[in-house]
């Protein structure tokens, strides 16, 4: 086995130029969030009907997949896994990143985003929403502490695994209220399902390991720092078997809802109505996001390569967009159904599919926080111990079979 | 003092402590000085004069609600100062006429809609900070002093009876402060309740001679609604919730 050597990455003229990207991308998110508050959200897309937007599957994308960036530290520090040690650091900044993303998106489209200490200082307990303030807050904490013990001198292999199951718990929690945030609105056919919570749990395993594969990946080349085939492969076997999660988990939401025949309008405008819902249903989160890459990670995973591996990741993350895409707005697109059994009509939209078309400004402002969650790890990487040396094969218990 | 007995914790108490005392002097003066300019309440004033012993509610008779008829939204309109300015998705509606045809038998019937003021209400549940609460009196508000405009409570209500203020506002009435940014629904007039009189949209459907709308106190078993609650068969929208509505409708 290697020993594992951290160095800090030497910025060079590549790193430079995604930094400049990641700066102008953050910048554009600022412009359109003072446009957006100057002008108020009359110059978004989002409207009565349709209250959380493109923002929204930005957020959560991002703050599911920040949880799900943790796996690798967690198989390592948790399960024993000693392969992804050397990945473990990496693995934590890349979670506080995303989060730190996500949740600047999520505030900065707030109708008051200035009043954020507000949110901060005053609970209503009953709210999911305000144990998430304190979940999101905890995570940074309990992470951060993670990386302290994993990073500092002297320090007991006891003391880093008891920190890593304490983070690792938390994610758990963490994502589960996420979940719940849509799994408790009880009024709204979409949404008000159990299933949302272990869902999410698992939507985040899948893009949080699709993000870091994804990252990993093109750090690695850019830094000039070397990462075993056979370790990429078997995070790409994970992966696969992630993916394959996701869908099982679909399934039985949608199977569930099908046999209610109260949900069986809402399921037809999802599933069968060939509206923009359905299509990123089925060629977005089950072909492009589901099926296709879990079988170019599972079916002869063997011979998978570095290439495919990271190919596949990408799909995930398109499928995973997809997917939250289908859930916050297609269950908002949905009209309510106030009065069943009747057909209404309303200067109110009422039983109306509502429209959505969303504006530059979101897009700016969700990309923002992408840019954001690059720009945190990249600055981490650049001034930290985070990355090792090289990712070799070597570290691959030997006594463990491969496929 | 003695503080009444709370049924749900994010009820507020009506009687007045120390600081809800000094904060209620504040907003009565902020009015006073300088209208239009101060008005972000419906915070512990608004809550101080509610009536534990009451519960404010509505009774609407479908078959006296015509279809051609507005005069409730129009009177809510001009009562609490928001207006359709032409942009339907983003213009904010407090109250709604919502015209209604049975698909299998034809039945078509109109009435109004507006927050159903729910006894567990759905937005006081999810609202992060505590500014969607209920008085004690059953009316559910909205504290623009600390409401994140983060919709939540949009996406919780099962009677789409909430709009959030998309764009700057002008001419503000006094009793019905408003402000971008942050959420919004009918109020149930709580200005005229607690100054003795009905909420304006009821008002306006008497003036009309249709009468379709009653309101008062469901506690109090004497008055007009409790006894016309008793005795001719009624129900809450999305029943099915128990969320008990205190708006209720008759020959639905």
Same mark, same amino acid.
């Given at each position: 086995?290697?020993?594992?050597?951290?160095?800090?990455?030497?910025?060079?003229?590549?790193?430079?130029?995604?930094?400049?990207?990641?700066?102008?991308?953050?910048?554009?998110?600022?412009?359109?969030?003072?446009?957006?508050?100057?002008?108020?959200?009359?110059?978004?897309?989002?409207?009565?009907?349709?209250?959380?937007?493109?923002?929204?599957?930005?957020?959560?994308?991002?703050?599911?997949?920040?949880?799900?960036?943790?796996?690798?530290?967690?198989?390592?520090?948790?399960?024993?896994?000693?392969?992804?040690?050397?990945?473990?650091?990496?693995?934590?900044?890349?979670?506080?990143?995303?989060?730190?993303?996500?949740?600047?998106?999520?505030?900065?489209?707030?109708?008051?985003?200035?009043?954020?200490?507000?949110?901060?200082?005053?609970?209503?307990?009953?709210?999911?929403?305000?144990?998430?303030?304190?979940?999101?807050?905890?995570?940074?904490?309990?992470?951060?502490?993670?990386?302290?013990?994993?990073?500092?001198?002297?320090?007991?292999?006891?003391?880093?695994?008891?920190?890593?199951?304490?983070?690792?718990?938390?994610?758990?929690?963490?994502?589960?209220?996420?979940?719940?945030?849509?799994?408790?609105?009880?009024?709204?056919?979409?949404?008000?399902?159990?299933?949302?919570?272990?869902?999410?749990?698992?939507?985040?395993?899948?893009?949080?390991?699709?993000?870091?594969?994804?990252?990993?990946?093109?750090?690695?080349?850019?830094?000039?720092?070397?990462?075993?085939?056979?370790?990429?492969?078997?995070?790409?076997?994970?992966?696969?078997?992630?993916?394959?999660?996701?869908?099982?988990?679909?399934?039985?939401?949608?199977?569930?809802?099908?046999?209610?025949?109260?949900?069986?309008?809402?399921?037809?405008?999802?599933?069968?109505?060939?509206?923009?819902?359905?299509?990123?249903?089925?060629?977005?989160?089950?072909?492009?996001?589901?099926?296709?890459?879990?079988?170019?990670?599972?079916?002869?995973?063997?011979?998978?390569?570095?290439?495919?591996?990271?190919?596949?990741?990408?799909?995930?993350?398109?499928?995973?967009?997809?997917?939250?895409?289908?859930?916050?707005?297609?269950?908002?697109?949905?009209p309510?159904?106030i009065f069943?059994m009747y057909e209404v009509t309303s200067t109110f939209a009422d039983g109306q599919?509502?429209?959505?078309?969303?504006?530059?400004?979101?897009?700016?402002?969700?990309?923002?926080?992408?840019?954001?969650?690059?720009?945190?790890?990249?600055?981490?990487?650049?001034?930290?111990?985070?990355?090792?040396?090289?990712?070799?094969?070597?570290?691959?218990?030997?006594?463990?079979?491969?496929? | 003092?003695?503080?009444?007995?709370?049924?749900?914790?994010?009820?507020?108490?009506?009687?007045?402590?120390?600081?809800?005392?000094?904060?209620?002097?504040?907003?009565?003066?902020?009015?006073?000085?300088?209208?239009?300019?101060?008005?972000?309440?419906?915070?512990?004033?608004?809550?101080?004069?509610?009536?534990?012993?009451?519960?404010?509610?509505?009774?609407i008779?479908v078959n006296k609600c015509s279809t051609d008829c507005n005069?409730c939204v129009?009177?809510?309109?001009?009562?609490?100062?928001?207006?359709?300015?032409?942009?339907p998705?983003?213009?904010?509606q407090?109250i709604r006429k919502i015209d209604l045809k049975h698909k299998?038998t034809g039945r078509e019937a109109s009435l109004p809609m507006?927050?159903?003021?729910?006894?567990?209400?759905?937005?006081?549940?999810?609202?992060?900070?505590?500014?969607?609460?209920?008085?004690?009196?059953?009316?559910?508000?909205?504290?623009?002093?600390?409401?994140?405009?983060?919709?939540?409570?949009?996406?919780?209500?099962?009677?789409k009876?909430?709009?959030?203020?998309?764009?700057?506002?002008?001419?503000?009435?006094?009793? +019905?402060? *408003?402000?971008?940014?942050? =959420? %919004? /629904? &009918?109020?149930?007039?709580?200005?005229?309740?607690? +100054?003795? *009189?009905?909420?304006?949209? =009821? %008002? /306006? &459907?008497?003036?009309?001679?249709?009468?379709a709308?009653?309101?008062?106190?469901?506690?109090?078993?004497? /008055?007009?609604?409790?006894?016309?609650?008793?005795?001719?068969?009624?129900?809450?929208?999305?029943?099915?919730?128990?969320?008990?509505?205190?708006?209720?409708y008759?020959?639905l």
């Amino acid at each position: 086995m290697d020993r594992t050597v951290y160095r800090e990455v030497k910025p060079t003229p590549a790193i430079w130029l995604m930094a400049v990207i990641a700066a102008a991308f953050i910048g554009a998110a600022g412009l359109a969030v003072l446009y957006i508050e100057h002008h108020g959200h009359i110059v978004t897309g989002m409207n009565n009907q349709i209250v959380w937007g493109l923002p929204h599957v930005f957020a959560i994308f991002l703050i599911v997949a920040a949880s799900g960036a943790l796996n690798v530290a967690s198989i390592a520090s948790v399960f024993g896994k000693i392969e992804n040690k050397p990945m473990a650091r990496y693995s934590g900044l890349l979670s506080i990143a995303l989060l730190a993303g996500g949740l600047a998106v999520l505030v900065l489209d707030l109708g008051r985003p200035d009043r954020l200490i507000v949110a901060m200082t005053k609970y209503n307990f009953t709210s999911i929403f305000a144990w998430n303030v304190i979940l999101y807050n905890g995570f940074f904490a309990v992470v951060g502490a993670y990386l302290f013990v994993q990073m500092a001198r002297n320090i007991s292999p006891k003391v880093v695994k008891s920190v890593g199951t304490a983070a690792f718990v938390w994610r758990l929690a963490l994502t589960t209220g996420t979940g719940s945030i849509f799994g408790w609105l009880v009024a709204r056919p979409g949404y008000d399902a159990a299933i949302m919570a272990p869902l999410f749990i698992i939507m985040s395993f899948s893009f949080g390991l699709a993000f870091f594969i994804l990252v990993l990946g093109t750090t690695f080349p850019l830094t000039g720092r070397y990462i075993g085939p056979n370790l990429v492969k078997r995070l790409g076997r994970l992966l696969g078997v992630f993916a394959v999660a996701v869908l099982y988990f679909t399934a039985i939401r949608h199977l569930t809802n099908l046999y209610a025949a109260e949900h069986g309008d809402f399921e037809r405008f999802i599933l069968f109505s060939g509206n923009i819902y359905t299509k990123l249903f089925w060629i977005g989160q089950v072909l492009i996001g589901g099926v296709i890459p879990a079988a170019m990670l599972l079916r002869h995973a063997e011979n998978t390569t570095k290439g495919q591996v990271i190919l596949a990741s990408v799909l995930i993350i398109i499928g995973g967009f997809a997917h939250l895409y289908g859930i916050i707005i297609g269950g908002q697109a949905f009209p309510l159904e106030i009065f069943p059994m009747y057909e209404v009509t309303s200067t109110f939209a009422d039983g109306q599919i509502n429209n959505y078309t969303p504006t530059i400004y979101e897009w700016a402002l969700g990309m923002g926080g992408v840019a954001l969650a690059v720009m945190i790890a990249g600055m981490g990487v650049v001034a930290l111990r985070i990355l090792p040396m090289n990712l070799s094969d070597r570290n691959i218990d030997p006594t463990e079979p491969d496929f | 003092m003695k503080l009444p007995a709370l049924n749900n914790k994010s009820e507020r108490p009506a009687e007045l402590n120390r600081r809800e005392f000094f904060k209620s002097g504040a907003a009565v003066a902020s009015v006073t000085l300088a209208p239009g300019v101060t008005l972000m309440a419906f915070g512990g004033e608004a809550s101080a004069n509610a009536d534990p012993g009451k519960r404010w509610g509505m009774l609407i008779d479908v078959n006296k609600c015509s279809t051609d008829c507005n005069a409730c939204v129009t009177a809510c309109s001009e009562e609490n100062g928001w207006k359709l300015d032409g942009n339907p998705e983003t213009d904010p509606q407090w109250i709604r006429k919502i015209d209604l045809k049975h698909k299998e038998t034809g039945r078509e019937a109109s009435l109004p809609m507006m927050c159903q003021h729910c006894e567990t209400p759905p937005c006081v549940d999810v609202c992060p900070t505590g500014a969607s609460f209920k008085r004690v009196d059953g009316i559910v508000l909205v504290d623009k002093h600390i409401c994140i405009g983060c919709r939540y409570c949009m996406m919780a209500c099962p009677f789409k009876a909430r709009s959030f203020v998309h764009e700057e506002i002008e001419d503000q009435k006094s009793n +019905a402060p *408003r402000g971008k940014g942050t =959420v %919004e /629904s &009918c109020t149930l007039c709580v200005h005229r309740v607690d +100054a003795g *009189r009905v909420p304006a949209c =009821v %008002e /306006s &459907c008497s003036a009309t001679g249709n009468g379709a709308m009653m309101f008062g106190d469901l506690n109090d078993p004497n /008055s007009e609604i409790a006894q016309a609650l008793k005795n001719y068969p009624s129900m809450g929208l999305r029943d099915d919730l128990r969320v008990n509505p205190g708006v209720r409708y008759t020959n639905l």
